[in-house]
């Protein structure tokens, strides 16, 4: 398999490992701000359906996402054979005079 733009792979080993840096920067920043209003033993109660397993699952399908799109973007080609082929055709060019002085009568 070729890329037409292989140089986009090189985003591979940036991208989604600053995605994975800062999702798991965004859940302790988002932990220790929820810690620092609420109790730890009243947390639990206040904070219903937020899953930190769902987060997580979240935030890894848009990693995965933002790496198949990097790969879409690199263009991946394969199966590429190149043929010939031979046209036979009459090119026919019709014109059409419509101007008034087509109105005039012939003289004959």
């Known amino acids: 398999m070729n890329f037409a733009y292989g140089h986009v792979l090189w985003l591979l080993l940036v991208i989604p490992a600053a995605l994975v840096v800062f999702f798991w920067w965004a859940m302790r920043e988002r932990q220790r701000l929820m810690t620092q209003f609420i109790q730890a033993r009243l ?3 206040l904070v219903f359906g937020v899953s930190p397993t769902r987060m997580k699952v979240r935030f890894a399908l848009v990693t995965i996402v933002v790496a198949l799109l ?9 199966g590429f054979i190149w043929q010939e082929s ?12 419509t101007s008034k002085s087509m109105l005039a009568e012939d003289i004959a």
Not at 70 to 78: D, K, T
Not at 86 to 97: E, F, P, R, S, Y
């Open 86 to 97: 031979k046209q036979k055709g009459l090119d026919i060019v019709v014109a059409i005079d």
């Open 43 to 45: 947390l639990h109660g």
């Open 70 to 78: 990097l790969i879409a973007l690199a263009r991946p080609q394969w």
